[in-house]
């Protein structure tokens, strides 16, 4: 069973840093793309950050741009955001989701989620 896990997240103050962790299982990691996504109350949920199955590929949201930096490790089937210099406005729930073959912007794509973690950056 396909199975999406997150972790990592927590209170941080503006300009911290936190390492998001998603375990996967079920499935061989290098044959998806995963994407982290993020959702904050009363707005849509948005992705700002996705890898490809063989790491070759990653891609950021602007808003996230030079801070974040998405990566993988396939023996540990795990992808991991590093989030620094983290703001006020980067408050909300983040989410990692997989889909076969390559790396989409709609979180439509994206057939498999987990539970979501929580990130709050206030002082």
């Known amino acids: 069973q396909l199975q999406v896990a997150e972790s990592g997240g927590g209170l941080v103050q503006p300009g911290g840093s936190l390492r998001l962790s998603c375990v996967v299982s079920?499935?061989?990691?290098?044959?998806?793309?995963v994407g982290w996504f993020r959702q904050a109350p009363g707005k849509e949920r948005e992705r700002i950050s996705c890898?490809?199955?063989?790491?070759?590929?990653?891609a950021y949201a602007d808003s996230v741009k030079g801070r974040f930096t998405i990566s993988r490790d396939n023996a540990m089937k795990t992808v991991f955001l590093q989030m620094n210099s983290l703001k006020p406005e980067d408050t909300a729930v983040y989410y990692c989701a997989t889909r076969h073959g390559h790396c989409q912007r709609s979180p439509q794509s994206f057939a498999s989620w987990g539970q979501g973690t929580q990130v709050t950056v206030s002082s």
């Open positions: 890898i490809d199955g063989g790491g070759d590929f990653t």
């Open positions: 079920g499935f061989s990691l290098h044959e998806y793309a």
